[in-house]
């Protein structure tokens, strides 16, 4: 796929992508540091491309700006088509001021992002989980018990809730979620990742569900849930510094 999103030439870094064709001038990105899975999220948007080179909006989180130096490798991820993809930037100038700026050129192509490194957001919706065997949700469980709760967490790959009742690792189940975007509601094949005890005061689990079922036109809808609820802390955060 890389030699598809950009062709390869010379400039300032040793191998730098020309993705001119592939973003877009206001285009939202996140950024991260690179090489560092646990590192902050921060958020920005493209004010020029030429080439491989871009000019961004000086990345924040919350109001407070991200510590940029010319030579730096940044992580950038771009939500297109309703998919999650990213790309390696190699910071060339970093220009603070009232209109802060960041000239950065592309060294790697753009790639999508793989299910196993989707974006997690916290949030809280109603879901009902149901189709689990009975005997699996305790003595007084029929057949047709749906479990009626809230998400803790969601990404294309998966949510996560909290339950009185643990369901088995392995376990099969079958998620209604309803995302606010004004669609109806998605009914998503699940798998159980784990179930976890996760309260002294009451009986309380964590339990983790894998999508098995989502067709792509279900997963771009998560996708922009996800990237949407991102924007919105992030602009709260702005307002709040």
Wanted: net charge positive.
């Amino acid at each position: 796929m890389g030699q598809t999103k950009g062709d390869a030439q010379g400039g300032p870094a040793d191998r730098t992508y020309d993705i001119k064709g592939f973003v877009s001038v206001n285009d939202a990105l996140q950024v991260r540091r690179a090489g560092d899975p646990e590192t902050e999220t921060y958020h920005s948007r493209i004010q020029g491309v030429s080439q491989g080179r871009l000019s961004i909006a000086w990345p924040t989180s919350r109001g407070v700006p991200m510590v940029v130096q010319p030579g730096q490798v940044l992580d950038f991820h771009i939500v297109r088509d309703g998919a999650l993809e990213n790309f390696g930037g190699l910071v060339e100038e970093a220009t603070p001021g009232p209109l802060a700026l960041i000239s950065v050129f592309a060294v790697s192509p753009i790639r999508k992002i793989q299910r196993r490194q989707y974006v997690r957001v916290k949030c809280l919706m109603p879901v009902e989980i149901s189709g689990v065997a009975a005997g699996h949700l305790g003595p007084e469980a029929s057949a047709e018990t749906a479990i009626q709760t809230v998400s803790s967490d969601i990404s294309a790959g998966g949510i996560s809730f909290r339950h009185a009742r643990r369901f088995p690792e392995g376990s099969r189940a079958t998620l209604r979620l309803s995302l606010p975007d004004g669609r109806p509601d998605l009914v998503v094949p699940c798998m159980v990742v784990y179930s976890k005890f996760v309260s002294e005061r009451r009986t309380l689990y964590r339990t983790a569900l894998r999508f098995l079922g989502l067709s792509e036109s279900e997963r771009s809808r998560i996708i922009r849930f996800v990237y949407r609820t991102q924007l919105q802390a992030q602009r709260s955060g702005n307002r709040a510094g």
